[in-house]
């Protein structure tokens, strides 16, 4: 399950990387037709950037979402269940060994 988790990340990565290098080439081409300034090709890049990483968070959001509902529906133990079971199991011990 983690390694498929590592890959959708990767893939993604992977296709924001290729799609920043295109977005700039594609804003180069326009400087150089006289399309845009340089001046407003920066702050198209800065716009971008600013959506891709708001995009970014969004969908990240959606993953963790997904995930916890996927753990849930699994019923597999969470950190704070093993942590609550390990401090049950303690005051336990502890009467246990105070009626001996």
């Not at 509902?69 to 009467?95: F, G, H, N, P, W």
Request: glycine fraction near 4%.
């Amino acid at each position: 399950m983690r390694d498929t988790l590592r890959k959708g990340m990767a893939l993604g990565l992977g296709l924001a990387a290729t799609s920043k290098e295109q977005a700039e080439k594609m804003i180069d081409e326009l400087v150089k037709k006289g399309e845009l300034t340089k001046q407003e090709s920066s702050q198209f890049i800065e716009d971008l950037s600013k959506k891709g990483e708001e995009s970014q968070k969004a969908i990240d959001e959606k993953v963790q979402k997904k995930f916890t509902q996927l753990m849930s529906d699994l019923k597999v133990a969470t950190k704070e269940d093993v942590t609550a079971l390990e401090r049950r199991i303690q005051q336990l011990e502890d009467q246990l060994n105070k009626t001996e």
